[in-house]
């Protein structure tokens, strides 16, 4: 394996696009209470045909602490469709009084480390030459048996769990410790070492996990969603005592929120 290719095989699935944001209290309250309940019944309209989209929809997060007030969480299978979904938040009224305080764009991603090293290993094992017409092929057919064995998990819909943990992260590249220097031997058994603590956890926690490589200022998003908060505390705790986590993993701001469907939404907007 040390000759060849040292990146993992991927496969991709839905585009994801987290939005944070803060209403600018003192100047909602201003407003006469016929022109807040107008914005409030146009804004719940647009966000209720929004939340009915399936794979193709969005949730609302009432979030917690100083970050922001409201999360909205898009699911879309391209990014052309999370930028109409972006365009339509833009022309409701409600927009003018939500100051942008963090965004996050990214695609659900699943790591092939395992079909990877079978499928270099017995490309190599021909005789076929890395990056060769022939490779390329033999990558292609594994990554579209991949794709259509793991198309739910590539285009889930939002879960309806009423709490979400999201937060980005990155692998180590520094002078001390680079996961990208680690062989794909030792990435792979660490990886699998790291999923074996999330499987336990497969009842209590729905994780979504999507990458942004290129698209954001971290490498990975991580969602996680589950009826009971406190599961986050835990299995997020479980995991620092992982060697990936120990050792290579940087983590960047957590952000949890209670769902807030778009016919509860004037009651959060009246402080109700």
Not at 26 to 33: G, K, V
Request: aromatic letters at 12%; hydrophobic letters at 40%; glycine letters at 8%.
């Amino acid at each position: 394996m040390a000759d060849l290719p040292p990146v993992p095989l991927t496969i991709e699935g839905s585009s994801l696009l987290h939005q944070m944001f803060r209403l600018r209290w003192s100047d909602w309250r201003r407003l006469s209470a016929p022109d807040r309940d107008e914005m409030v019944a146009e804004a719940s309209g647009l966000l209720r045909q929004m939340e009915q989209g399936g794979r193709e929809g969005s949730a609302v997060y009432s979030l917690l602490g100083h970050k922001g007030d409201l999360m909205l969480v898009h699911f879309r299978s391209d990014f052309q469709k999370l930028e109409q979904a972006q365009r339509c938040l833009r022309k409701l009224r409600l927009f003018d009084y939500l100051e942008a305080t963090s965004s996050y764009l990214s695609m659900v991603e699943l790591g092939l480390y395992e079909s990877t090293q079978k499928t270099y290993s017995s490309l190599a094992g021909q005789g076929v030459e890395p990056f060769s017409p022939e490779w390329n092929q033999g990558i292609e057919d594994t990554l579209q048996r991949q794709r259509e064995a793991m198309a739910p998990r590539l285009w889930p819909g939002i879960p309806g769990n009423p709490y979400l943990c999201f937060y980005p992260m990155d692998r180590r590249r520094g002078e001390g410790k680079n996961w990208y220097l680690e062989s794909m031997t030792e990435r792979s058994r660490m990886m699998t070492e790291h999923g074996m603590i999330g499987r336990r956890y497969a009842g209590e926690v729905r994780q979504i996990i999507s990458g942004s490589i290129g698209f954001d200022n971290w490498e990975w998003g991580v969602d996680l969603f589950a009826d009971d908060p406190l599961v986050f505390k835990k299995l997020i705790y479980e995991m620092r005592f992982d060697e990936v986590s120990a050792v290579y993993a940087l983590f960047g701001e957590f952000f949890v929120g209670v769902r807030t469907p778009a016919a509860d939404l004037g009651s959060f907007l009246r402080l109700e």
